[in-house]
Structures are given as C-alpha cells and as structure tokens.
C-alpha cells in the first residue's frame, strides 16, 4: 500500500504531537503553564473555531483539513492571539513563505504526493511573536502577583490545623513552614496563592499524600505519614505546580529547574572544572513491542531478538540502512503500534494487545512492508518524544561488538586514483631519502 493511501486511511488516528513514555514517576495530568482563556480558536484557513478547551480538535483540524502542524504549542503563552496573528499574515502571503514544506510519498508519482506544512520558531518572525506573548504573559503574572502581595483581604485555615489567618497571605505560609515544616517557598515567589493553596487542599481531602501522591485509607494514616515519611513538602516532579511560581513564566519553554542550573552554572564559571564526583543518570530504552526497559543498547537489541524475534542489527544490514532511515524505521513501527495497527500488512486491529498478538501469530515481526512506505520525511519525528531508543541507533558497523569484518562484504570499494602515480614516486620525499641513503652508502 502505497504511503498516501496509509495515510488516509490512519487520519482518524492522527497524532498531533509526540506521544512520551511513562517516567519513573509520572506526574498527574496537568495545564502547564496555559492560563484559561475565553477567546475561541480560530482555524488559520477557513471560518473553523472552537472553544479553548478544545485545543485538540483544533490542531486535527488544521493537520486533516489543511495540512499544517503548528511546533510547540504547549509553549505557546497565548493560542489564540498567535492564530489571529498568523490568520492574518496568511491572508497577505503564501503558506510557504512561512513555513517549512514536507513532501510525503516523495518517491512516488506525483499524484500521490503530498505537501505538510510546519510553522515553528525557526522562522525569525514566530520566535519574535512567540516572545512577545510570553513577555505579554509574564507581565500579566507579575501584575497579579503584586496585587496578591498588597491583598489585605486575604482569609483562609491552615491546611494542618484549625488556625486561621486573615489579612496577608505571607501570615499563613510563613506559619505552615514554621510550625508544620511544610514549605512551599517564599511568599514572593508565588503567584495564583489562592488557587495553588485549593489545589494541595483538594489532595489533602482526596487523601493523598503531597509529596509521593499514593492515596490512603482515612486522614490519620496519612497524617502519619506524611509525618514519617518525612513527606511534608510537594513533589516538584508534578508539572500541575509549574503556573504557582514565577521563575517558571521567565524564558520560553524554559522550567524553574533550567533556568536555576543555567544560574548555578554561571556562579561556578570561574571555578576548578572538576567532574570526578559527576554521576550519569542512565536513560532507559523501552522495547517496540513491550514495556521492557533497558539501559544499554546491547540489552534493549537482546531482548527484542530473544523475545520477540525482531533483529534490528540485521535489518540494517540487508537493507543497508543509514542512521537517518533507521530513524524512521523505528518511529514507522511505534507509530503503526500505537494505532493498534500491523505494520507488515497494515491491518487494523482493536487493542495494542490485539496486534502484537497479529505480529506474533502471523510472522510479521520481520516482515517489512515497502521502504517507499516508511522511508518519508514525516518519521524524521519521534513518536514518543523521550523514545531513548533513538540514541542507540548505529550507523557504522565499528559500533557492532568486535567489529566483525565479514560484515564489509557488501560493500563497494573504490579503487584508489592510480593516473598520477608515476608523477608522485617522482617527488615523493620518500624517494629524495631513498636516494640520499643509496649516495651516502
């Protein structure tokens, strides 16, 4: 099947942006940083909008209907200012002076091909426009966050005890890292007070502890352990807390915990470039098939030729593929699973579960359809965005383990240039020695 008929037929399965693997410790769904807005979001093309909370149907739309994938757009500050913005530049020029044009199916006939088209910050006038509205943004916060600051009319109890506090809300957080050691930091790095402090209230009555986030049976067996545990703080693994702190609305796409390295960074400028106390922190490839993680490429490719009897190492030698098609291959193949569909025959299936089953039973793991299916430009990006797997990728056969020679069997030679020889003996400094040595003699 041809790549634009695949596509055609996944469209109700298209993923708007790169899916991410479950980490070690997953953080509870969360806004981010997006400020709840009122203003609908307009299509780019046509009279299309939706309300803000449709965001997703959106992005589908302009993807299906029109071909455009909009990069990065969880680090747009304001959605709907950035449409209207570029809804307008559209109308006064072509889509393709702004955007970067990929062409699928770009081997096959021209009927068949087709143009996307991908609007990101490289363009010098989104980067300028993403920006400002996230310059616009943070001045918005740090409004709000004075008002809070001059706020007398704050009231509230504290989450620990039956003390209530009325007047500043520095009163109440001074008084819960004083008296209960929870900290949440200091009073003016903390922005939305009221609705950070609904948020931790509303896990304390779902019982669940702050920090770990396990659930427990009634308040007492939390209390004690969050006592014990020492757990009397939040997990700052939970992005949910990222829009309560300033530091977070600084840079672009940049969280609290960069821009503090990149400070941290800069006090030690001038120090002894010491790194013998630096520590790696191993990054886990999962397997294409199953949960499996490995943290070395020799165990990830293992496990997949033991278990599932998928040999990339020998794929990429009959096929003589290079790095970047080893790229797509794999993205090919995580995104035709995700969709629950076989990637040998493209059959659609029910559940994830459903189709390994399919590959497994029917002998498809090895079974490739036609390279002009996944050899496009659209693999070049990851399916899951943290797709460890990528990075082990070769592509030279000196990474195989003891360099096995006989792998150079395919490979062409090419002669070396023989038309100067003669002229090259004639003035080779060798030949002067040689020559030198023969007189001396």
């Known amino acids: 099947m041809a790549a634009s008929d695949r596509s055609q037929a996944g469209a109700g399965d298209s993923i708007l942006e790169p899916l991410c693997f479950p980490e070690q410790h997953e953080p509870s769904p969360c806004p981010g940083l997006d400020c709840p807005s009122s203003a609908p979001l307009a299509c780019l093309f046509c009279p299309e909008s939706v309300p803000s909370h449709q965001k997703d149907a959106l992005l589908k739309h302009l993807l299906l209907q029109h071909k455009l994938v ?53 363009l010098p006038e989104d980067r300028v ?54 900290g949440i930091g200091l009073p003016d790095n903390i922005v939305y007070c009221n609705q950070f402090l609904d948020t931790l209230q509303n896990k304390l009555d779902s019982l669940q502890c702050l920090y770990c986030e396990k659930t427990f049976r009634d308040k007492i067996t939390l209390k004690d352990h969050m006592r014990k ?115 040998g025959c493209d059959e659609k299936f029910e559940s994830r579960q459903d189709v390994l089953q399919h590959i497994g039973t029917a002998g498809h793991v090895m079974n490739l359809p036609d390279m002009s299916t996944w050899n496009q430009p659209q693999y070049y990006f990851p399916t899951y965005e943290n797709d460890a797997l990528l990075c082990t990728l070769s592509d030279s056969d000196e990474d195989e383990a003891g360099a096995d020679m006989s792998h150079s069997d395919g490979v062409p030679v090419i002669a070396e240039d023989l038309s100067n020889l003669r002229a090259i003996k004639q003035t080779s400094v060798l030949n002067q020695l040689l020559k030198h040595r023969g007189a001396c003699s």
């Open 70 to 122: 909009i990069a990065d757009v969880k680090l747009i500050a304001d959605l709907s200012q950035y449409l209207l913005y570029w809804k307008g530049r559209f109308l006064e020029q072509p889509v393709e002076d702004f955007c970067s044009v990929m062409k699928t199916n770009s081997t096959g006939p021209v009927e068949k091909q087709e143009n996307y088209y991908l609007l990101c910050d490289v």
């Open 129 to 182: 426009l993403r920006e400002n509205l996230q310059q616009k943004r943070l001045e918005e916060v740090l409004e709000q966050q004075q008002k809070e600051r001059e706020d007398t009319t704050f009231h509230r109890p504290c989450m620990f005890c039956n003390d209530e506090f009325t007047g500043n809300r520095s009163g109440l957080l001074n008084h819960m890292a004083r008296e209960h050691s929870f």
């Open 229 to 343: 545990k020492s757990h009397r703080r939040i997990n700052s693994n939970n992005r949910v807390y990222d829009r309560f702190y300033v530091i977070n609305y600084l840079e672009l796409g940049k969280t609290w915990e960069e821009v503090q390295s990149e400070d941290d960074r800069e006090l030690v400028e001038d120090g002894d470039d010491d790194w013998s106390d630096w520590q790696a922190h191993p990054v886990s490839a999962v397997c294409l098939f199953c949960e499996h993680q490995s943290e070395t490429m020799d165990q990830i490719y293992t496990h997949m030729k033991d278990v599932h009897g998928f040999d990339l190492h020998k794929l990429r030698l009959e096929l003589n593929l290079h790095f970047y098609q080893q790229v797509k291959l794999v993205n090919f193949i995580r995104r035709q699973i995700h969709q629950s569909r076989c990637y």
